[in-house]
Every structure is written in structure tokens, then in C-alpha cells.
């Protein structure tokens, strides 16, 4: 299977004309055997999809569609280049938009009145150019439940936008690629909502140079039950209304981490940056974690509230965790805070830039070493308050 790279730099190299020298005008990275043009009608954009060739493209010319489409496998919806067509859906569907095995959406925008915007049901799948909005359950969901084999369920998404939706993705046992994009100001509609992307249940999930930010709840959530693995190069986790990214149950070691960080920028969120609860296997490599700022979170003691603000979290016997070369700038409470960690804790190299008030390195209620310049330790009965619930997952 090509890696996430290989299939960036192939649709990136691929030509934008491919239809014969008077097809439509595509967008990057999308090439037709032969093309269909739809009309203009929700009848017709159904007709010309049921009926479509595999590897061929299924023109929807430019306006509203009230209602939902399903594109079948192998089969690509594209509107033109400088052609605004906007799907709907319906309340009464699952979803605005269905694609199937192999099947591509490229330069449409989802303004979803169904629960989701785009759903994958099939694997294999390419997002380009697609703004997902206002979906009150999810942008875009990749699901799996039965014969889910991940490395084969690679799901790609290019440039897309998914804003103002009840959660931005989810990846559940399936592999998705994120490359670019922005995923902003997700919306709490209801439980387990108000976030920016969830991967879970043995996911795979990379992102490359994508923004997360604004989210209502928090920005990225990796839970680690059968073996989540997440991996975020150059990406902005910014503004988001709760934690930044948030880690739990993850089931990796020192050598094979399942949550690894690369020359991120985490900044301004709330509560926490970076937080892992009852997590093994976190590797952070460069970047910053700055301006996180305290808010009132739930403690251990139901009903009580708590005051928190830390850059990195690490809580409930989380270990295995490296920090090395990573920028701590002006968070609020503490640059890092370790309560009840566990074996495998260094944090190498960083630079640590506090304000009045600040503290740098925290570590308490730990019997193991965590190997770390300057740490500071509160006296019994004075540590940080800390918060760090399990969160609940969105359904389908």
C-alpha cells in the first residue's frame, strides 16, 4: 500500500485538465477516464451517480441540491473549478453525503441538514477541496464495525475544511490521512460532542499541516482502546474553548509510541495543551506549548470544581512519555504538571518561558523518577489540583 506521502505527492502531481482538451476544468489532483455532466436538478446529479462508470467523473453543475446523494464505488462527484454546488441532505437521512468504495468528492461544499455531512462507508476513499458545515453530528465519519482490517481502509483528505459541526471527524478503526485543511469550531450539540477530530477504537489517524482550532470541547481526542495510533507533523492545535489534545488509555511503549507529535504548535487552549490520562507511549519532538489558560474543570470529587491551566498533562499512572526540544511559553498555571506518573518520564531539552506566577516543571504524588531539569515538588497536602476524566465518545 502506498504510504500517506506517496499518495499526497501523486494526486499533487496529477493534471488538472484530464478530460480531453474540452473536459471541465478539475480541481488539482483529479483525473477522469470520461466525465458525465449531471445537469441541474437533484434528479438528474442521483440519475447520472447510479448510473456512473467506475474511475469516471460525475459533473454537478453549479447551485443547491436539497437533498442527499450517494456516490458509488469508484466513482468520482466533482463540481468545476470556480463552481459553487452545495449539498444539503435532509433531516430524514443519515447522512447529506455517502461514498463508497474508492469513491472521490472533490470542490463540494456540505452544508448538512442530515446528522452527518459526509459519510464513508466504503474504504479507500479521497476528500479534495471539501467544506463540511454545520452537521450536528459529525463532517465526516469513517467507520468501521465488522471485518476492519486498517492498513487497508486508508482514507484520504486534502484541503478540506470541516467547520461548525457537532464533531469535525471521526476515525473509528479505520486509517485516515489529513493532509492540510482546517477543522474549526465544532459545536457542543449534544453529549460527546463539541470536538475537533476523535480517533478510536484501533484507529490510525496522520495529520500533516492541518489547523484544529476553536472547538467548543477540545481539539483532538485519541483514545487508545485496541490500539489507536495517532500521528500529527506541523500541526496547529490553537484556541480550542477546551483541552488542546487529550490522550487516554493509549497502549504504546517508549520505543513504539501510539501518540506522536512533530514540530506542532499547541497555544491557547484551555485547561490543558498536551494532557494524557492512563496512558503508556507519548512522544513529543520539537514545537511549542504556550498560553494555555486556566479554566474551571471536574475534579475526582463529584460536583467540585477545579481551577487548571497547564502546558503538558500527565495524570493517572500515564508513562513512557518523552519530551525533547519542545518550547514551554507563558502557561498559565504550569509549563507541565506529572501527578501519579508512572516509569518512562524524561522530558529532554526543553526551554521553559514563565511569567510571574507561572511554575515550570511540576511533579507530585510520584514515586518514579521523571528525568527533567528543575523540577519543582509541593509539599503534601499542597499539591496542583488536577482534572482528568475519561471522555465520552460520539456515536455514528
Not at 37 to 60: E, K, P
Not at 244 to 270: D, F, H, V, Y
Request: proline content about 4%; some cysteine; charged content about 15%.
Amino acid at each position: 500500500m502506498r504510504s500517506f506521502v506517496a499518495v499526497a505527492l501523486t494526486l499533487a502531481s496529477l493534471a488538472v485538465t484530464g478530460c480531453g482538451p474540452r473536459g471541465p476544468v478539475l480541481p488539482l489532483g483529479v483525473v477522469c477516464a470520461h466525465s458525465v455532466n449531471a445537469g441541474s436538478s437533484l434528479a438528474s446529479l442521483r440519475s447520472a451517480l447510479a448510473t456512473a462508470a467506475a474511475d469516471s467523473c460525475v459533473i454537478a453543475a453549479a447551485g443547491t441540491y436539497d437533498g442527499e446523494v450517494t456516490v458509488p464505488a469508484s466513482v468520482k462527484l466533482v463540481a468545476e473549478v470556480g463552481d459553487l454546488v452545495e449539498i444539503k441532505g435532509s433531516a430524514s437521512a443519515p447522512a447529506a453525503v455517502t461514498l463508497g468504495s474508492g469513491a472521490t468528492l472533490a470542490n463540494i461544499q456540505v452544508a448538512s441538514l442530515s446528522r452527518i455531512g459526509v459519510l464513508l462507508e466504503g474504504r479507500g476513499t479521497f476528500l479534495v477541496s471539501v467544506v463540511v458545515t454545520g452537521a450536528p453530528g459529525a463532517g465526516v465519519v469513517d467507520w468501521c464495525e465488522e471485518d476492519c482490517r486498517v492498513e487497508e481502509s486508508m482514507t484520504t483528505l486534502i484541503n478540506v475544511e470541516l467547520s461548525g459541526n457537532g464533531v469535525g471527524l471521526i476515525a473509528h478503526t479505520t486509517q485516515v490521512n489529513i493532509d492540510g485543511g482546517k477543522i474549526i469550531d465544532s459545536k457542543s450539540m449534544s453529549l460527546a460532542s463539541g470536538y475537533g477530530v476523535v480517533a478510536s477504537h484501533g484507529a490510525v489517524l496522520k495529520m500533516n499541516g492541518t489547523l484544529v482550532e476553536g472547538n467548543e470541547e477540545l481539539g483532538v481526542l485519541v483514545d487508545g482502546a485496541l490500539g489507536t495510533d495517532a500521528t500529527l507533523s506541523n500541526v496547529t492545535v490553537r484556541g480550542n474553548k477546551g483541552r488542546g489534545i487529550w490522550a487516554q488509555g493509549l497502549l504504546g511503549t517508549m520505543a513504539s509510541p501510539k501518540l506522536k507529535l512533530s514540530a506542532c504548535t499547541i497555544e491557547s487552549n484551555r485547561l490543558v495543551g498536551l494532557g494524557a490520562r492512563s496512558s503508556r507511549g507519548i512522544s513529543v519532538q520539537g514545537g511549542t506549548v504556550s498560553k494555555t489558560v486556566i479554566a474551571k474543570a471536574a475534579s475526582s470529587v463529584p460536583g467540585v470544581l477545579v481551577d487548571v491551566g497547564d502546558g503538558i498533562g500527565l495524570f493517572e499512572a500515564s508513562g513512557d512519555v518523552k519530551v525533547d526540544a519542545v518550547t514551554f511559553d507563558s502557561n498559565e498555571r504550569s509549563q507541565a504538571l506529572i501527578d501519579s506518573g508512572s516509569t518512562g518520564l524524561a522530558f529532554t531539552m526543553p526551554t521553559l518561558k514563565q511569567q510571574n506566577g507561572q511554575l515550570g516543571l511540576v511533579v507530585q504524588r510520584t514515586m518514579d523518577t521523571v528525568v527533567a531539569p528543575m523540577i519543582f515538588t509541593p509539599m503534601p497536602g499542597q499539591e496542583l489540583s488536577v482534572s482528568s476524566p475519561t471522555l465520552g465518545l460520539p456515536t455514528r
